[in-house]
């Protein structure tokens, strides 16, 4: 096996001498004490870090519930929508391209020469004498036609009349070859419409799109924890995955046992999907994701979901999940881990209650797995629960679900709490969201 990080060492050793660290050393007063008490601030920050710069956070309750709802700012999701910068600047470029014109003429870009006699052509003393200097609005007279610009006010169509002017020996236009007129307009891309330049470029801003839900379940053994711990986590993916993430403050053990959290999770996503066009998000592109206990809850869930025939779910991220997988190698090797230990588990599991062949309490001995969705499971070498995650992941794919399965040999229970210290936190939040993006892109 290899050796813990040093980081998630020192962490599992200050961690250790915190009050109340071991459930299966505290007192029943403790216990209730702690159950839904939330860590000082200062503590969460420094040992659980926050979410990222670029994400807002509401808290709500909804159901009866407590939710925390995370969103990528305006513009710094990836999906984040943007403006067609500027298309004013389509007639920009149409008011230059007089310049281009040979001769004399590209002295003068023509501004506005509609006012009468008072506005200068730009054909300086031009050969019929003073009759150019006026705007010419019936150039059909003599040679008159020389003009250039005989309505000017039409912007490049007043360029697309000069062709005709060219017969007899009056056609000394300062335009050798009128053709070459519109050519020179024509440098500017496709703007011979005119107008045209001053629509919206195509495909026009529509205001946001929705983006995926990810309803998230924290861990603490179904009897510790609370949003505020999810707060990296759940920042990150809703940057990352440019998604609105629902953090469920589901009711703990042992005031609340088992079905309780279940039955919470459960109508967090009822509400979720049926609220997600409110949410800025698609309700046809949900995601689940939770850690330990949690992990747990969202592997019911999904089963839960797919037996009641919604809301689907198209993915489900599974971290170091405890499954109910029983006497495994993991649990007797890291018996006395950092972060968990099995004298832990055992509490854990007598406060939560619930018969342990239920598949609502142990997943992995549920009849079927069939028909569940894409999975990401992530487990640490140093974890008791490092089998459950391994062998629940074996169990999916046996039926053909579609699991990617990634192991940090370095890593305790419950390590991507702890970005700060666990030097592969980063790298697996950006594998679930990697899976999350495959699974839940656009169909």
Same mark, same amino acid.
């Given at each position: 096996m290899e050796p813990l990080a040093p980081g998630m060492r020192r962490t599992g050793k200050v961690m250790r001498r915190m009050p109340g660290a071991s459930i299966a050393r505290a007192t029943p007063a403790e216990i209730e004490r702690n159950s839904g008490a939330r860590a000082p601030e200062l503590i969460a920050r420094l040992l659980q870090g926050s979410k990222p710069r670029g994400v807002t956070s509401e808290d709500r309750e909804v159901e009866g519930i407590a939710v925390r709802i995370y969103r990528p700012s305006t513009g710094s999701g990836t999906g984040a929508n943007s403006s067609v910068p500027e298309p004013v600047e389509g007639p920009k470029a149409m008011s230059s391209a007089p310049e281009p014109v040979e001769g004399p003429k590209p002295n003068s870009p023509v501004p506005e020469p509609v006012e009468g006699p008072g506005a200068q052509s730009p054909v300086p003393e031009p050969v019929e004498g003073p009759k150019p200097n006026s705007p010419a609005p019936e150039p059909a007279e003599g040679p008159k036609p020389n003009s250039p610009v005989p309505e000017p006010v039409e912007g490049p169509k007043a360029m697309s009349s000069v062709p005709e002017p060219v017969d007899g020996p009056g056609a000394q236009s300062p335009v050798p070859e009128p053709v070459e007129g519109p050519k020179a307009m024509s440098s500017a891309p496709e703007p011979v419409e005119g107008p045209r330049a001053n629509s919206p470029a195509p495909e026009p801003v529509e205001g946001p799109k929705p983006k995926p839900?990810?309803?998230?379940?924290?861990?603490?053994?179904?009897?510790?924890?609370?949003? /505020?711990?999810?707060?990296?986590? $759940?920042?990150?993916?809703?940057?990352?995955?440019?998604?609105v993430v629902v953090s469920v403050e589901y009711r703990l053990a042992p005031k609340h046992p088992f079905p309780a959290g279940v039955d919470? $999770?459960? !109508?967090?996503?009822?509400?979720?999907?049926?609220?997600?066009? *409110?949410? &800025?998000?698609? &309700? #046809? /592109?949900?995601?689940?994701?939770?850690? *330990? %206990?949690?992990?747990?809850? !969202? !592997?019911?869930? +999904?089963?839960? +979901? /797919?037996? /009641?025939?919604g809301p689907v779910i198209r993915h489900q991220a599974l971290l170091y999940p405890a499954t109910g997988a029983g006497d495994t190698e993991s649990r007797r090797v890291n018996a006395d881990a950092y972060i968990l230990t099995f004298a832990d588990m055992e509490k854990f599991?007598?406060?939560?209650?619930?018969? @342990? #062949?239920?598949?609502?309490? *142990?997943?992995?001995? %549920?009849? *079927?797995?069939?028909?569940?969705?894409?999975?990401?499971?992530?487990? &640490?070498?140093?974890? @008791?629960?490092?089998?459950?995650? #391994?062998?629940?992941?074996?169990a999916l794919r046996a039926v053909g679900v579609d699991v990617e399965l990634i192991d940090y040999p370095a890593m305790?229970?419950?390590?991507?709490?702890?970005?700060?210290?666990?030097?592969?936190?980063?790298? =697996?939040?950006?594998?679930?969201? +990697?899976?999350?993006? =495959?699974?839940?892109?656009?169909?």
């Open positions: 839900l990810i309803l998230y379940f924290h861990g603490g053994g179904f009897v510790y924890g609370d949003v /505020r711990g999810g707060d990296w986590i $759940c920042g990150t993916v809703a940057k990352e995955l440019d998604a919470d $999770c459960y !109508a967090a996503l009822v509400w979720a999907a049926a609220n997600a066009a *409110s949410l &800025g998000a698609d &309700g #046809t /592109r949900i995601g689940v994701i939770g850690e *330990s %206990a949690g992990g747990n809850l !969202a !592997a019911v869930v +999904a089963l839960m +979901a /797919r037996d /009641r025939k599991g007598e406060l939560y209650g619930g018969d @342990p #062949t239920d598949w609502r309490v *142990s997943p992995i001995v %549920a009849k *079927s797995l069939r028909g569940l969705p894409p999975a990401i499971v992530i487990v &640490g070498g140093h974890d @008791p629960l490092h089998d459950d995650g #391994t062998l629940y992941a074996d305790p229970h419950g390590f991507m709490n702890f970005p700060r210290y666990a030097k592969d936190a980063k790298p =697996a939040i950006a594998a679930v969201v +990697a899976s999350q993006r =495959a699974a839940l892109r656009r169909i």
